[in-house]
């Protein structure tokens, strides 16, 4: 099936474990976020790359990193997870940099502990 | 960098109620502005999006949204809710220079409820 698909759907981690949550997609898309949800705020973009190779920070980058090996693939990862980021991440992609015809993964919802 | 607010945290409506949610965005330069929507557990998906043209563009589900150059605004409506327009909705925009790439800056959401 076409689209984006995030691994794992939810997760525990203690305070200070490390992780990576897993973003791929199958549409040949450039371009590929990470986005954070939480309660009032909306979205909030953590990292973004326009293409293998290459990788910006978002608004809220404190705390993850990403790389961009393949086109397919956009993993996110947390160095030292804090309560802090607690959060529903939702990764995306599209063809175009004029974010038409966006496409959101499912999410993972992450608890930190 | 461009922000965007949306007024209404939460909007609780009977069915048959009309709705109207309001979008603000703040930039210098031209967006392209988007309507999302994320029902109970789902991920968001796009109700409708105006680029260029004509201001008054229509979505799925019978939805709506004005582009309202002047006062930077792109409200949405519904003439009419269902119970099943339950959701958070999420205005978003989006920079028009190609350095911007795909990002998307989004307002806080709001939580509609529609009563039975």
């Known amino acids: 099936n076409a689209g984006v698909t995030q691994t794992p759907k939810f997760q525990v981690l203690k305070t ?8 791929a997609q199958d549409m040949n898309h450039e371009y590929m976020s990470w986005y ?6 909306g979205l909030r973009l953590i990292h973004y790359s326009v293409g293998a190779g290459i990788t910006d920070q978002g608004e809220v980058p404190n705390g993850y990193n990403v790389s961009r090996s393949t086109t397919e693939d956009f993993p996110l990862r947390l160095l030292s997870a804090a309560p802090s980021q607690t959060s529903v991440y ?4 599209s063809y175009q940099w004029t974010a038409d015809r966006t496409f959101f993964g499912q999410g993972t919802r992450l608890t930190v502990v | 960098a461009q922000s965007v607010s949306q007024h209404n945290h939460h909007v609780i409506l009977s069915e048959a109620a009309s709705l109207e949610l ?3 965005y703040s930039y210098g330069g031209t967006v392209n502005l988007f309507w999302y929507v994320q029902y109970p557990g789902q991920h968001l998906q796009l109700l409708l999006k105006y680029f260029s043209g004509d201001p008054l563009v229509k979505g799925i589900k019978g939805f709506e949204a004005e ?5 930077f605004s792109f409200n949405l409506r519904k003439p009419s809710v269902q119970w099943s327009d339950t959701a958070e909705y999420f205005c978003a925009v989006n920079a028009r220079i190609k ?16 009563k039975p």
Not at chain 1, 90 to 93: I, K, L, P, Q, V
Not at chain 2, 67 to 71: C, E, G, L, N
């Open chain 1, 16 to 23: 200070g474990q490390s992780m990576t949550l897993q973003c």
């Open chain 1, 36 to 41: 954070r949800q939480d309660p009032g705020m």
């Open chain 1, 90 to 93: 939702f990764c995306a992609s």
């Open chain 2, 22 to 24: 309001g979008c603000n």
């Open chain 2, 67 to 71: 582009f309202i150059k002047s006062k």
């Open chain 2, 99 to 114: 350095a911007a790439g795909n990002k998307l800056t989004f307002g806080g959401g709001t939580r509609v409820l529609v």
